[in-house]
């Protein structure tokens, strides 16, 4: 049988961990694969560790809990469960219930027909609040524009344990674990799946928690911003270059007043010179924090060898 490895965040879920854990073993029960669930408690308040110890006890499941000091997000506690997972194929789900484990059977069955690295369950219909799914819609507009489609990610994937090289490194926050999943997987595809209203409780993510981490994605896994000031010194720098060569012709051919084109050449140059400079130094900038983020990583996504006998 497949052995699997299925990485659950759980934050403040007290309500739903009975019904999570109750889920997770009727799917036990009927799936060919044989998983190893690893929860990661993301610094819960409430008393969802002690809840969900209670209920796994009484079940006979294969699984491994950890718990942050803290509530660092979602995306780092899914980070923090590929750390410590050991099998060739990991799954995530939600701890809310708007995803059924069995959506993994049919991620899995998109793989092997396939024979994808990283599977996304596309949702046949999101039953997200409206505000959450427009602010989704606009930050994968954005990211678009730096020629990143995120139009397929979600929450609930399937992916070989090659696409999750990069987090067996080290231990550290991460604000959107995507950015590194795509690029560690050679071919991405998407399958439809289920996804249902919350039974009870609210979801995390209010609309100013969700602000916040689109602007974290912006500042943090984007280069837009760097790349829009690098782009707009060089621009600028060129225009007052122009306009600089533009009055000193006038001061050639008109002889406009004493001094003003020297004030106005020496502005324009110098200021162009400096968004010039800026726009260098922002793309340095851009390259030093892509490194740092381990983002240029070559990922080895196979490997093979044979040897001569005699």
């Given at each position: 049988m497949t052995q699997i490895d299925v990485?659950?965040?759980?934050?403040?879920?007290?309500?739903?961990?009975?019904?999570?854990?109750a889920r997770l073993s009727n799917w036990v029960n009927k799936t060919s694969l044989t998983p190893h669930f690893i929860f990661v408690n993301d610094g819960s308040l409430d008393k969802t560790l002690q809840v969900l110890k209670k209920h796994l006890?009484?079940?006979?499941?294969?699984?491994?809990?950890?718990?942050?000091?803290?509530?660092y997000g979602q995306h780092t506690a899914t980070a923090i469960g590929f750390y410590y997972s050991k099998n060739n194929l990991i799954a995530t789900i939600d701890?809310?219930?708007?995803?059924?484990?069995?959506?993994?059977?049919?991620?899995?069955?998109?793989?092997?027909?396939?024979?994808?690295?990283l599977i996304y369950g596309n949702y046949t219909e999101k039953k997200h609040p409206f505000l959450r799914n427009i602010?989704?819609?606009s930050l994968q507009q954005i990211l678009k524009l730096e020629g990143k489609d995120y139009s397929m990610v979600t929450s609930c994937r399937l992916m070989k344990s090659s696409v999750i090289s990069?987090?067996?490194?080290?231990?550290?926050?991460?604000?959107?674990v995507d950015d590194y999943l795509l690029l560690g997987a050679m071919s991405v595809k998407s399958c439809l799946v289920e996804h249902s209203e919350r039974t009870s409780g609210?979801?995390?993510?209010?609309?100013?928690?969700?602000?916040?981490?689109?602007?974290?994605?912006?500042?943090?896994h984007s280069t837009l911003p760097l790349r829009v000031i690098s782009r707009m010194g060089l621009y600028m720098s060129i225009i007052f270059f122009i306009l600089g060569c533009l009055y000193i012709y006038k001061k050639i051919a008109f002889d406009v007043e004493i001094g003003f084109t020297s004030l106005i050449v020496a502005i324009f140059f110098s200021t162009?010179?400096?968004?010039?400079?800026?726009?260098?130094?922002g793309e340095y900038i851009r390259r030093i924090w892509i490194s740092k983020q381990d983002l240029d990583m070559i990922i080895i996504a196979d490997q093979s060898s044979s040897e001569l006998t005699n």
């Open positions: 990485v659950i965040p759980v934050y403040q879920s007290e309500i739903t961990t009975e019904s999570l854990v006890k009484t079940t006979r499941l294969s699984y491994s809990i950890i718990s942050l000091a803290k509530n701890d809310d219930l708007q995803h059924d484990p069995s959506v993994i059977d049919d991620m899995y069955e998109c793989m092997k027909t396939n024979e994808n690295d602010g989704t819609k990069v987090f067996k490194i080290n231990k550290r926050r991460v604000f959107f609210q979801s995390g993510y209010t609309i100013a928690k969700l602000t916040k981490m689109a602007f974290t994605i912006l500042m943090l162009g010179l400096i968004l010039f400079s800026l726009g260098i130094i």
